[in-house]
């Protein structure tokens, strides 16, 4: 049972359209993130969510939106897609609170190329 | 913003040799992580460090954080090649669910 899963693994499309990228977790976790993965392998935060509520916007553009119906799942949508959105994209969890140890469970990841 | 620098960016190191790889932080934080990543995969959690102070090893890595020095070594012991992969450190900040990543380590064990 896959603890932290994510569809699909692989998007290819067109400069302009719009596409989602969806996440799931059994784990149980209260906060969720994205993160972005570019060519050179750095790893940047992009939104987290705890309990269903936004708690990080790190600067990324308002074409990329975030929704969390439950605190299970993040799913992520973005508008007008351009070259540079061509990342590989990372959800993860994590338990928070003073009694866990707090480190991220990540899925494996989404390829996103925009031609 | 926290900012997470690692060193070296690339290793290349022979077999059975022993190398450390540096992960500097720049704001107060008691939590470190490592991760492992493999060519086109997910980041695996290796070790987690919840205290200045705090060592962990497991097989050929030992990790061990200095929050004082906001300071995090992974010490390779012996390297085989089954160890290349991409190492990154992670840093959780006071205010909670903020991981911040290193640039992560490139490390290539040749035979």
């Known amino acids: 049972d896959t603890a932290v899963s994510q569809t699909p693994k692989y998007l290819v499309t067109q400069m302009g359209n719009d596409k989602s990228i969806k996440c799931e977790q059994n784990l149980g976790h209260d906060t969720m993130y994205w993160y972005k993965q570019d060519s050179k392998k750095f790893l940047k935060i992009m939104f987290s969510?705890?309990?269903?509520?936004?708690?990080i916007n790190e600067t990324v553009p308002n074409r990329f939106s975030p929704k969390s119906p439950d605190k299970a799942h993040l799913n992520l949508h973005i508008n007008s897609l351009e070259l540079g959105d061509s990342a590989v994209y990372f959800c993860?969890?994590?338990?928070?609170?003073?009694?866990?140890?707090?480190?991220?469970?990540f899925g494996e990841g989404s390829r996103l190329t925009v031609l | 913003e926290l900012k997470v620098e690692q060193n070296p960016l690339f290793l290349s190191m022979q077999e059975g040799k022993n190398y450390t790889i540096y992960c500097n932080y720049s704001?107060?934080?008691?939590?470190l992580y490592w991760y492992r990543q493999d060519p086109g995969k997910s980041l695996e959690s290796l070790f987690v460090l919840l205290s200045n102070g705090a060592v962990k090893q497991e097989g050929r890595l030992m990790a061990s954080l200095d929050t004082k020095a906001r300071l995090s070594t992974l010490h390779i012991t012996a390297a085989v090649h089954d160890l290349s992969a991409t190492y990154f450190c992670?840093?959780?900040?006071?205010?909670?669910?903020?991981?911040?990543f290193g640039t992560g380590t490139s490390l290539t064990v040749i035979p």
């Open positions: 969510y705890n309990n269903k509520e936004l708690i």
């Open positions: 704001t107060t934080s008691d939590r």
């Open positions: 992670a840093v959780d900040s006071l205010t909670g669910n903020q991981f911040y």
């Open positions: 993860a969890s994590s338990q928070g609170g003073t009694t866990n140890t707090g480190e991220l469970f």
